[in-house]
């Protein structure tokens, strides 16, 4: 089909983008940028063999091209690059190719390096006026990282070539092409002019590292984790990677909001930290508190201007932390609630943000009472200040206020409380110093099977087959309920199960399909939707090019949200373009510890950046009438036994870090459709949970869309071990479409014998098929298969 889609535009945006997430730590004696002519030799196999994703099913883009370090500058005409050292590693590269390793899971963190003697180091420089050292790491899902040499730590070989290099030459930029941050130690060893992360950058990625080393982009990336010291200094170090259950011991305390309450001289390169090439000054302004009468709707308003008093354009982003009472629940020093990034600034040249953040964003969680109000959100009595400023460390007062009563904001009820007790952790101000202390969380109090029967749904009426299509509900003739009252049990059935990448229905190597896919489903006009990974560009198996995208860490350090939608209404288009209507992403889970696998396809250690940068993708998809999947829903903080590991989090926990994300996408996104994650939570896996996905998505949150299983995913009912067949306890928890099986006419599973036995009830399927169907009205499957859904091609709401 024709979707007007723009590939040239399409690069220009994602080489920008990868260009802007590039995060320059280090940058001394004026290394860069290289916008002299300057004589460039480049050290390192990555500079060829660069890694523009991570691995598994969220990187696995077949692009048409990935361009490569040496490729971009060998083309650019401000540098000369020293091809005789070039071609040195090119004939040691035949005889050392890349090895991708044998089965799923199975490809190395690196490839082996090329030993570079002093000698050669030495005589690159007489020919060369500075050096770049590309360093390359992989990961990916199903397999973390590792605190070892070649993962986290550099190699021996590695070592070696950073001596070398930074002893010969003396402009050194080391570039980091990594999904997720690693051990830095090494920066103050050897001592590189320069050190930038330019992430997983996608198909465009070389060209972007190219603009910024020779100053053709002012790099304006800056970290979404903080960089500590030492690995053990990461307080999730001791709870992290374990077979069968992790205590998120550190309760709120992930990443800054550790460091910056209780170890900021642990601390290499700081939450928000990234330098440029000019210099900027920013001024708060205009501070108030508006509607103080009202706490709930209240809104704290404020002007940052920002000038550009260097002698380079650039672009600077402001950040904005808050420093709330310690009071009885105990807070983090700073908790980030805005964020802005600048226009280009001409030097000299000044632009003027404004900033509105509500004050119930303010508001902690009181899982335990502590305040008063148990299970509510509330601003506890004291002094709130606000800080303004360009990383996490350097914000100065823009205004400060105070709440003289403890306040609720929101009143909710318990939910996914931990199941065992374990020890949490919180800090508490002791002059200016924060003391930890240990406390046990409480026991759940319910039993989930309670809060079920009490939701349980009315009877309602079988009519078999009306002769109703699915398009008679999209065009308004008849209501959806009625249509699914044509629906036997085995239609109702099948319709909850969804197929795979090897689909009939749909376009072949994606990820799978769901709605139509029995002829009975497609007999009353019922399309098959497709689904397709993922957060890194569409992957395709069947072998056709699609664009490799910047991996989520990358776009998150652009903070630059605007830029992002833009790059997904492109994504929009080219998923059209394919017939896909869900691109399962964005990841949405936290960084909480450097290691896991995945932290390429997420954002950040901060659950409001990766919010917002959920919802800026969304509405990127959202124009062009797709979706995005947001997953894993939720915990899912490593990929080691990650279909068996229970994460113990406490319920303060979840909501304020863990879920918040999720419930920005939800709420500010629109999102429409939700994957569970393969692991539990609390001792219910996230497949099975009614509290995670009935109580507090759909309950709390408004959620008005579908739940899918992550692919050959497990359930279980409380106490009992989980097992792919048990879709009846998926079913009641209101998790409605199982991803997949290889037909979704023949299936082992319980939904049958569930019937018989009233473990779930033929409303319980109804509801799940109107959450599915009710998605696929929205999607253009529904207008390719020739229905009269009105409402153009932005996500909308079905008609009911």
Same mark, same amino acid.
Not at 504 to 509: I, L
Not at 684 to 711: C, I, K, N, P, Q
């Given at each position: 089909?024709?979707?007007?889609?723009?590939?040239?535009?399409?690069?220009?945006?994602?080489?920008?983008?990868?260009?802007?997430?590039?995060?320059?730590?280090?940058?001394?004696?004026?290394?860069?940028?290289?916008?002299?002519?300057?004589?460039?030799?480049?050290?390192?196999?990555?500079?060829?063999?660069?890694?523009?994703?991570?691995?598994?099913?969220?990187?696995?883009?077949?692009?048409?091209?990935?361009?490569?370090?040496?490729?971009?500058?060998?083309?650019?005409?401000?540098?000369?690059?020293?091809?005789?050292?070039?071609?040195?590693?090119?004939?040691?590269?035949?005889?050392?190719?890349?090895?991708?390793?044998?089965?799923?899971?199975?490809?190395?963190?690196?490839?082996?390096?090329?030993?570079?003697?002093?000698?050669?180091?030495?005589?690159?420089?007489?020919?060369?006026?500075?050096?770049?050292?590309?360093?390359?790491?992989?990961?990916?899902?199903?397999?973390?990282?590792?605190?070892?040499?070649?993962?986290?730590?550099?190699? $021996? &070989?590695?070592?070696?070539?950073?001596?070398?290099?930074?002893?010969?030459?003396?402009?050194?930029?080391?570039?980091?092409?990594?999904?997720?941050?690693?051990?830095?130690?090494?920066?103050?060893?050897?001592?590189?002019?320069?050190?930038?992360?330019?992430?997983?950058?996608?198909?465009?990625?070389?060209?972007?590292?190219?603009?910024?080393?020779?100053?053709?982009?002012?790099?304006?990336?800056?970290?979404?984790?903080?960089?500590?010291?030492?690995?053990?200094?990461?307080?999730?170090?001791?709870?992290?990677?374990?077979?069968?259950?992790?205590?998120?011991?550190?309760?709120?305390?992930?990443?800054?909001?550790?460091?910056?309450?209780?170890?900021?001289?642990?601390?290499?390169?700081?939450?928000?930290?990234?330098?440029?090439?000019?210099?900027?000054?920013?001024?708060?302004?205009?501070?108030?508190?508006?509607?103080?009468?009202?706490?709930?709707?209240?809104?704290?308003?404020?002007?940052?201007?920002?000038?550009?008093?260097?002698?380079?354009?650039?672009?600077?982003?402001?950040?904005?932390?808050?420093?709330?009472?310690?009071?009885?629940?105990?807070?983090?020093?700073?908790?980030?609630?805005?964020?802005?990034?600048?226009?280009?600034?001409?030097?000299?040249?000044?632009?003027?943000?404004?900033?509105?953040?509500?004050?119930?964003?303010?508001?902690?969680?009181?899982?335990?009472?502590?305040?008063?109000?148990?299970?509510?959100?509330?601003?506890?009595?004291?002094?709130?200040?606000?800080?303004?400023?360009?990383?996490?460390?350097?914000?100065?007062?823009?205004?400060?206020?105070?709440?003289?009563?403890?306040?609720?904001?929101?009143?909710?009820?318990?939910?996914?409380?931990?199941?065992?007790?374990?020890?949490?952790?919180?800090?508490?101000?002791?002059?200016?110093?924060?003391?930890?202390?240990?406390?046990?969380?409480?026991?759940?109090?319910?039993?989930?099977?309670?809060?079920?029967?009490?939701?349980?749904?009315?009877?309602?009426?079988?009519?078999?087959?009306?002769?109703?299509?699915?398009?008679?509900?999209?065009?308004?003739?008849?209501?959806? $309920?009625?249509?699914?009252?044509?629906?036997?049990?085995?239609?109702?059935?099948?319709?909850?199960?969804?197929?795979?990448?090897?689909?009939?229905?749909?376009?072949?190597?994606?990820?799978?399909?769901?709605?139509?896919?029995?002829?009975?489903?497609?007999?009353?006009?019922?399309?098959?939707?497709?689904?397709?990974?993922?957060?890194?560009?569409?992957?395709?198996?069947?072998?056709?090019?699609?664009?490799?995208?910047?991996?989520?860490?990358?776009?998150?350090?652009?903070?630059?949200?605007?830029?992002?939608?833009?790059?997904?209404?492109?994504?929009?288009?080219?998923?059209?373009?394919?017939?896909?209507?869900?691109?399962?992403?964005?990841?949405?889970?936290?960084?909480?510890?450097?290691?896991?696998?995945?932290?390429?396809?997420?954002?950040?250690?901060?659950?409001?950046?990766?919010?917002?940068?959920?919802?800026?993708?969304?509405?990127?998809?959202?124009?062009?009438?797709?979706?995005?999947?947001?997953?894993?829903?939720?915990?899912?903080?490593?990929?080691?036994?990650?279909?068996?590991?229970?994460?113990?989090?406490?319920?303060?926990?979840?909501?304020?870090?863990?879920?918040?994300?999720?419930?920005?996408?939800?709420?500010?996104?629109?999102?429409?459709?939700?994957?569970?994650?393969?692991?539990?939570?609390?001792?219910?896996?996230?497949?099975?949970?009614?509290?995670?996905?009935?109580?507090?998505?759909?309950?709390?949150?408004?959620?008005?869309?579908?739940?899918?299983?992550?692919?050959?995913?497990?359930?279980?009912?409380?106490?009992?071990?989980?097992?792919?067949?048990?879709?009846?306890?998926?079913?009641?928890?209101?998790?409605?479409?199982?991803?997949?099986?290889?037909?979704?006419?023949?299936?082992?599973?319980?939904?049958?014998?569930?019937?018989?036995?009233?473990?779930?009830?033929?409303?319980?399927?109804?509801?799940?098929?109107?959450?599915?169907?009710?998605? &696929?009205?929205?999607?253009?499957?529904?207008?390719?298969?020739?229905?009269?859904?009105?409402?153009?091609?932005?996500?909308?709401?079905?008609?009911?």
């Amino acid at each position: 089909m024709q979707t007007g889609l723009d590939r040239e535009q399409y690069a220009i945006t994602a080489r920008q983008a990868a260009a802007e997430g590039i995060v320059l730590l280090e940058n001394s004696n004026q290394t860069l940028p290289f916008d002299g002519g300057e004589r460039v030799s480049l050290f390192g196999r990555t500079q060829f063999d660069y890694n523009k994703s991570g691995t598994g099913s969220g990187g696995m883009v077949h692009a048409a091209y990935v361009v490569g370090i040496h490729d971009a500058l060998s083309r650019s005409e401000r540098v000369t690059v020293n091809e005789e050292l070039a071609e040195v590693y090119r004939v040691w590269r035949g005889k050392n190719p890349v090895r991708r390793g044998v089965g799923w899971a199975n490809e190395p963190y690196f490839q082996k390096e090329m030993p570079v003697a002093v000698e050669l180091a030495r005589k690159a420089a007489k020919q060369s006026d500075a050096a770049v050292v590309v360093i390359g790491r992989s990961s990916g899902e199903d397999r973390d990282g590792a605190f070892t040499p070649g993962s986290y730590l550099l190699t $021996e &070989i590695e070592e070696e070539m950073l001596h070398a290099v930074c002893t010969q030459f003396s402009r050194v930029a080391v570039v980091l092409n990594t999904g997720g941050i690693m051990d830095m130690e090494w920066v103050k060893k050897y001592r590189p002019g320069a050190v930038l992360y330019a992430w997983q950058g996608g198909q465009e990625s070389g060209n972007a590292v190219c603009d910024v080393l020779t100053g053709g982009v002012n790099p304006s990336g800056r970290l979404t984790d903080t960089i500590a010291k030492d690995f053990e200094d990461y307080p999730s170090m001791s709870h992290f990677g374990g077979r069968k259950r992790n205590f998120y011991t550190e309760d709120i305390y992930v990443g800054y909001r550790y460091f910056e309450t209780a170890a900021k001289d642990r601390v290499l390169y700081p939450f928000g930290f990234g330098l440029s090439y000019t210099a900027f000054e920013q001024t708060a302004a205009d501070f108030s508190l508006n509607g103080a009468g009202d706490y709930k709707k209240a809104v704290i308003s404020f002007s940052c201007t920002v000038t550009n008093i260097g002698d380079r354009p650039g672009k600077q982003v402001i950040q904005v932390y808050t420093a709330s009472p310690q009071g009885r629940l105990g807070k983090p020093a700073r908790e980030m609630k805005a964020f802005s990034k600048t226009k280009q600034l001409m030097p000299g040249e000044a632009e003027k943000l404004i900033f509105e953040i509500p004050l119930s964003g303010l508001a902690s969680y009181d899982d335990s009472g502590a305040s008063g109000y148990r299970s509510c959100y509330v601003l506890e009595k004291g002094i709130y200040t606000v800080f303004c400023g360009d990383h996490v460390r350097t914000g100065s007062i823009a205004g400060m206020f105070e709440i003289p009563e403890t306040t609720v904001t929101e009143q909710l009820s318990e939910a996914l409380r931990p199941e065992l007790p374990f020890e949490k952790m919180r800090f508490e101000m002791s002059g200016e110093k924060p003391v930890k202390r240990m406390e046990p969380a409480s026991l759940r109090t319910y039993a989930l099977s309670d809060r079920i029967n009490k939701n349980s749904l009315p009877e309602r009426e079988k009519t078999g087959d009306r002769g109703w299509k699915l398009a008679d509900v999209a065009g308004g003739r008849i209501t959806l $309920e009625r249509f699914t009252g044509q629906l036997s049990e085995n239609a109702l059935c099948c319709l909850v199960r969804g197929e795979g990448p090897r689909s009939k229905w749909v376009t072949p190597g994606t990820a799978g399909a769901f709605g139509g896919v029995t002829k009975e489903l497609r007999a009353f006009g019922i399309p098959a939707a497709c689904t397709a990974d993922g957060p890194s560009g569409i992957r395709m198996d069947s072998g056709k090019a699609a664009f490799s995208l910047p991996s989520a860490t990358a776009l998150g350090c652009t903070f630059n949200l605007e830029l992002v939608t833009g790059l997904f209404s492109f994504v929009g288009k080219e998923m059209r373009e394919n017939h896909v209507d869900l691109l399962l992403g964005p990841g949405m889970n936290i960084h909480r510890n450097p290691l896991c696998g995945r932290n390429f396809e997420y954002f950040s250690e901060d659950p409001y950046l990766t919010g917002k940068m959920a919802v800026a993708e969304l509405h990127g998809l959202h124009t062009e009438g797709v979706s995005g999947v947001i997953k894993h829903f939720a915990a899912n903080n490593q990929e080691h036994y990650r279909k068996k590991v229970d994460s113990a989090v406490s319920e303060r926990a979840l909501r304020e870090i863990y879920l918040k994300g999720f419930e920005m996408a939800v709420k500010e996104g629109n999102a429409v459709s939700v994957m569970s994650t393969y692991g539990a939570v609390n001792g219910l896996w996230t497949a099975g949970s009614y509290d995670l996905l009935t109580h507090v998505l759909r309950g709390e949150w408004g959620f008005r869309g579908a739940v899918m299983t992550d692919w050959w995913a497990r359930m279980n009912d409380e106490g009992k071990a989980p097992s792919r067949l048990n879709l009846s306890a998926m079913i009641r928890a209101q998790n409605d479409l199982y991803m997949v099986v290889k037909s979704s006419r023949l299936h082992r599973d319980n939904l049958k014998r569930g019937l018989r036995t009233g473990k779930i009830t033929r409303e319980m399927l109804l509801r799940s098929a109107e959450n599915i169907l009710g998605l &696929i009205l929205r999607l253009p499957v529904m207008q390719e298969a020739g229905s009269d859904i009105a409402g153009g091609s932005a996500i909308s709401e079905p008609t009911r």
